[in-house]
Every structure is written in C-alpha cells, then in structure tokens.
Nanobody
Framework: QVSLVESGGGLVQPGGSLRLSCAGS????????MGWYRRAPGKEREMVAT???????NYADSVKGRFTISRENANDTVFLQMDNLRPEDTAVYYC?????????????????WGQGIQVTVSA
C-alpha cells in the first residue's frame, strides 16, 4: 500500500523555524515530483513548494526566501525547512507526490497525498 506520512509539525513562535518531513512507502517516489501544499483556516489549499525528480524547485511567492524544499530519493523522503515563520503560515501542511510526468506510471498511480500535519505560528 502506498502512503505518505508527514511529521515535524507543531506550535512555534513568530520568527521561529520548523522542519517538516514526509516519508513515502509502497512505491519508488524518486520518479515523482514531490511537493508541499497547505490549507489555512477558511482558505483553499495552495501550493507551497515543489521539487522535480531532477531537483528543479518552485515556490509560492509568499514563502520564497524563507522555506526550502529538499529530498532524499534513496529514502523516499522529502523535507520542508521553514524559517522566519509568520502567523499567516498557520495551516495544515500536506505532502504530495505527482507522477503524471512519468511515462512509466499508469494514471491510477499518478497522485498521492499525505494526511496532513498542523503547523501553528503564534505568540
């Protein structure tokens, strides 16, 4: 069974840091674009950061210069280092795997989501 499991969330003061981890299992995530999304209270889910299998990254404007995505393909793990956190970063953060760019995968194996983890930035 394929799964993505997030860890590392919690409560942090403004200006603080957190590092989220996402451990994948059940398939080879090295061929997937991995990413982090978030949903703040009362808002729609939005992309935070993504990294392709070749290492190309994309960030939301709101987190550029503060968040860094990285991955360890050997361990099917992706990370999100979050620095200088702000109250508006408070949200449930989701790990996402997108394999739609791979010719090796059937459509039913394109997309996977983690269950989400709470990040709260508050004094």
């Amino acid at each position: 069974q394929v799964s993505l499991v997030e860890s590392g969330g919690g409560l942090v003061q403004p200006g603080g840091s957190l590092r989220l981890s996402c451990a994948g299992s059940g398939t080879v995530f090295g061929i997937y674009t991995m990413g982090w999304y978030r949903r703040a209270p009362g808002k729609e889910r939005e992309m935070v950061a993504t990294m392709t299998e070749t290492g190309s990254t994309n960030y939301a404007d709101s987190v550029k210069g503060r968040f860094t995505i990285s991955r360890e393909n050997a361990n099917d793990t992706v990370f999100l280092q979050m620095d200088n956190l702000r109250p508006e970063d408070t949200a449930v953060y989701y790990c996402h795997a997108d394999g739609s760019g791979s010719w090796m995968l059937p459509p039913q194996e394109y997309y996977y989501w983690g269950q989400g983890i709470q990040v709260t930035v508050s004094a």
